[in-house]
């Protein structure tokens, strides 16, 4: 089996204002570095279109609604501060749920040795009932629930090493034991959570990261907090919120990451993988400004993905 790549047009059509760092020039970075033949193993699969009902799986319907009717005609219009949607944001959006879905289904019924889903808007800065930080819904909070209600996946890891901490998937998972959920991050820094004592029903294992960390104290993080966590908690399927914005390069933080950093970080949690669940292993952009270092980083990470 190989690692399957979910990518499709439409996220390119989520448009953002002039200068806005989360832009379709990003994915278009990615596109470019992975159409290398080093990468001609890799299972290309156009995105499916989203269930919309999935939503519900992390939002209320009423807030749902609400972003619905906020999309805009034509032009582009403010969610929040530093939030915009395009016409065909929702578009974008719902099958990027649908992608993190299939993805979860993928390695469910054995299609997929692991899969990296390449969309964007990122996800997990939307809490239960708030868009932000760019995002709309919970893609990958969206993505955990399905791989438990359709997969009977009792306990999922979500490990988020995007530099942001991920206020929306902390939120919605705060009180819920069967979501185990990881971040590194730096640490002061947007949306402003993520300290060590935010320990949710003890599922919540928070390791910031001081300005100017580097790739020693991230790993050490990863070694002494987020590996034992993923270790004690068995997960039946891991997905990464796999932002790239610690990389060095990146203009939205001070972390000093190199993609070196992001290989040795995939391999460790695809040993996990290995290790608790079956290798059942989906990676979701997030974050990742810096578009040299987005490529590199996710040049490495696939590539690793792609070892097996
Ligand atoms: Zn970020």
């Not at 570095?33 to 001609?40: H, I, T, Y």
């Not at 990146?250 to 290989?263: C, G, K, Q, R, Y």
């Amino acid at each position: 089996m190989a690692t399957r790549l979910y990518t499709h047009p439409i996220f390119l059509e989520h448009i953002t204002p002039p200068g806005h760092p989360e832009r379709p020039d990003r994915l278009r970075a990615i596109e470019r570095v992975l159409d290398d033949e080093a990468f001609s193993a890799l299972d290309r699969v156009i995105a499916p279109e989203g269930d919309e009902a999935t939503i519900l799986y992390a939002h209320p319907g009423n807030f749902v609604e609400r972003v619905r009717a906020a999309i805009p005609q034509s032009g582009i219009v403010s969610i929040d501060a530093d939030t915009s949607a395009s016409p065909k944001s929702w578009q974008a959006v719902v099958r990027a749920i649908g992608a993190a879905n299939a993805a979860v289904d993928d390695v469910f019924e054995g299609r997929a040795a692991n899969a990296f889903v390449a969309a964007r808007p990122p996800g997990h800065h939307a809490e239960k009932t708030t868009a932000m930080g760019f995002c709309f819904f919970n893609t990958a909070a969206i993505a955990a629930r399905h791989a438990q209600k359709k997969h009977q996946a009792e306990r999922v890891a979500i490990v988020d090493w995007d530099v942001h901490h991920g206020n929306g998937t902390q939120d919605i998972f705060w009180d819920d034991p069967s979501v185990l959920y990881c971040s590194t991050h730096q640490m002061p820094l947007y949306p402003g959570t993520g300290a060590k004592s935010e320990t949710g029903a003890g599922n919540i294992v928070n390791a910031p990261l001081a300005p100017q960390t580097g790739g020693d104290l991230f790993r050490d993080a990863f070694l002494s907090r987020v590996l034992p966590s993923i270790d004690a908690f068995a997960p039946d399927l891991i997905i990464i919120s796999a932002g790239f914005d610690a990389h060095h390069r990146d203009p939205l933080a001070e972390i000093n990451l190199t993609e070196d950093d992001f290989d040795w970080a995939t391999g460790q949690l695809m040993e996990c993988a290995g290790r608790h669940s079956g290798n059942k292993l989906v990676s979701l952009l997030e974050g990742g400004y810096d578009l040299q270092g987005l490529a590199f980083s996710v040049a490495a990470h696939v590539g690793r993905l792609m070892k097996g």
